[in-house]
């Protein structure tokens, strides 16, 4: 049965419209209530940065209060600090309210469990089931109430601190961090200054309306330029909500999750910490696969998006994981992924090997990847399509041994990305462009 409100992370799109209304997060926050405690709970509700999120946060107060719920709201803090404290508190839920990477007119809504886990597709259906319902509102004896907790960053802050090796500090580095304007504004650079690094906080500034706009993860140009302009020792990207981290060495040049997966599970294998196989995904690059390979390290795709990525380790019994986007799961350290939980991770093997970030990202080498979007105006099954299924085998014939090719149907837009990569430039754009057109032509006839 596939969910109706859910994606591969909550509910998410643009304000005012369905499904992000005020009406319809009173109600997810009832169904959700009486799903995870019929009896009533406590939960916790975090947010980041944008304007939409006051709304949102006063709609689902009422829904679990209404179900019996006590409610607990943290204001802005990072997707993995609301997780942590989930647990922390001990509460049945945690809610996080934002879009992540997403423009400020869109936001969000997703959940954790009791553990600092995000739901499961079964228990995400059972809250459809409901959601569509009568709102419960309990006897007034039994409604659930609601407060306001000011020391959630502190506590947020000493864990992230406590991740980070005791007998290391970062005095002696200068750090630009950018924010993305987002949930991680307060507690990033406070975190890094308290470790004792020069900090130079940009995109630290929100305003409601400015989250991921020209900034953070998804736009890191600013931030490249940023650190070879003030001469720092290397930069950090977080996005709106702080759950996914890309990194800049020294020179201005971009590490991207791939890069920031190896270098740790390089250091993890040399210090006997690495448990279990890393986890990336299909998208991730071939380079990443290649380069654990070479040193004895068994490599695993997932499907795209980090709960996948987090199942597959949870069965696999791996450690490390990971997106090429950022999105970076460190299981011995925390139960999600957090950009600021991976940065200090990077940051200590910085510190303890005395060598520039440049220095250490050298270790592998990404091949040159092609994506192209094939809009298709009708869902394709891309299993069973035969023009499809011929077109991926042309192109898999032609790269041999030397690359490898990807169709994957989008999840929130109609179209096919289409991707190609290998060891040669020119052989990939050539067969990506090829396979492209082939699909292209392939959904517009009967499959």
């Known amino acids: 049965m596939s969910r109706k409100y859910f994606g591969t992370d909550g509910v998410r799109g643009q304000v005012g419209r369905e499904p992000m209304t005020v009406d319809f997060a009173l109600r997810l926050a009832n169904a959700a209530a009486r799903v995870m405690a019929p009896d009533g709970g406590s939960v916790v509700i975090g947010k980041d940065t944008r304007v939409s999120g006051y709304m949102f946060e006063s709609a689902l107060e009422a829904g679990f209060v209404a179900a019996g719920f006590d409610v607990y709201m943290l204001g802005p803090l990072p997707t993995p600090g609301i997780a942590y404290i989930t647990n922390s508190f001990d509460a049945n839920l945690g809610v996080v309210i934002s879009a992540s990477h997403n423009p400020f007119f869109d936001n969000g809504i997703k959940f954790f469990d009791s553990n600092g886990a995000k739901l499961s597709d079964e228990i995400e259906l059972q809250i459809e089931a409901l959601v569509d319902g009568p709102v419960l509102t309990r006897d007034s004896s039994r409604l659930g109430r609601a407060k306001r907790v000011d020391t959630a960053r502190i506590k947020y802050q000493d864990f992230l601190r406590s991740t980070f090796p005791a007998d290391l500090d970062l005095t002696g580095m200068k750090i630009v961090i950018d924010t993305s304007h987002g949930a991680g504004y307060k507690v990033g ?161 910085v510190k303890r090997a005395g060598k520039s970030l440049s220095e250490l990202g050298r270790g592998m080498r990404l091949y040159p990847q092609q994506l192209i979007n094939v809009r298709a105006g009708a869902r394709v099954d891309l299993q069973t399509h035969e023009g499809i299924q011929a077109a991926q085998a042309r192109a898999e014939s032609d790269l041999g041994d030397r690359g490898r090719v990807v169709l994957r149907a989008s999840g929130t837009e109609p179209v096919i990305r289409v991707m190609v990569e290998g060891d040669e430039l020119g052989l990939v754009e050539k067969t990506a462009s090829e396979l492209a057109q082939a699909v292209e032509a392939a959904v517009r006839s009967p499959a």
């Not at 308290?194 to 736009?219: F, H, K, M, Q, Y």
């Not at 990443?288 to 070479?294: I, P």
């Not at 791996?318 to 992924?337: K, N, Q, V, Y």
Request: aromatic share 2%; hydrophobic share 40%.
């Open 189 to 349: 650079p406070r975190c890094l200054a308290e470790l004792g690094a020069e900090i130079v906080p940009i995109g630290c500034s929100p305003n409601g309306r400015n989250i991921n706009d020209g900034c953070g993860s998804t736009a890191p140009g600013f931030l490249q330029t940023t650190v070879k302009g003030v001469g720092a020792d290397l930069g950090i990207a977080l996005d709106g909500d702080g759950d996914r981290l890309l990194m800049v060495d020294e020179k201005g040049t971009l590490l991207d999750g791939d890069q920031l997966l190896f270098l740790l599970a390089t250091e993890k294998q040399a210090a006997g910490e690495l448990e279990g196989p890393v986890v990336g995904t299909v998208m991730s690059n071939l380079g990443l696969e290649r380069a654990l390979q070479e040193r004895g390290i068994e490599f695993v795709r997932a499907k795209v998006g980090d709960r996948y990525v987090l199942e597959k380790l949870r069965q696999s019994g791996g450690i490390l994981g990971g997106e090429t986007s950022g999105h970076m799961i460190c299981l011995d350290r925390t139960t999600t992924g957090d950009g600021l939980v991976t940065a200090l991770q990077v940051l200590a093997i």
